[in-house]
């Protein structure tokens, strides 16, 4: 059984999951919502703290998958049609915190502008390498200049 701390912590740990997308930022349209979003277009529809969890998400690939789950169903006002699905996990089952950012992955990637999209699928940057100079194959290699007694 999930207590109501547990439940925010998890709700706390999606919430900064979704928040470290390129261009995330919160929003609260109505009472009861802690939404994110990207572009101001909504990607995950999360219920505030001290709210029983509930998390809504856009999944074009998975969907049908998320609904054979009992706690989800399609969203309402015919978002449900193109693949919204909401989840409400009952109070004395643990919040699965892998699958939610699956779907917070899969649910930013089908709002954000390919431009953002693009930012996660390019390796990190590295830090530029140093640049050596090298000799043309064949030159030999000159050994060291080696201290006069007078520099010593």
Excluded at 44 to 56: D, I, K, L, Q
Excluded at 69 to 85: C, E, F, I, N, Q
């Amino acid at each position: 059984m999930a207590d109501g701390k547990a439940i925010d912590k998890a709700r706390a740990a999606l919430k900064a999951y979704g928040m470290s997308y390129p261009g995330a930022h919160g929003k609260s349209p109505w009472p009861g919502h802690d939404d994110l979003a990207v572009n101001d277009k909504t990607f995950a529809y999360m219920s505030s703290p001290g709210e029983p969890f509930s998390v809504g998400c856009k999944l074009p690939q998975s969907s049908q998958l998320a609904l054979m789950l009992p706690y989800v169903t399609p969203m309402p006002y015919g978002l449900g049609k193109s693949g919204w699905v909401s989840a409400k996990v009952p109070p004395e089952q643990a919040v699965d915190l892998e699958m939610f950012k699956q779907w917070i992955d899969e649910s930013y990637r089908a709002q954000a502008p390919k431009k953002l999209v693009k930012q996660l699928d390019q390796p990190p940057s590295m830090p530029a390498a140093k640049v050596t100079k090298r000799a043309k194959p064949g030159t030999p290699r000159r050994a060291p200049a080696k201290k006069s007694r007078r520099s010593r």
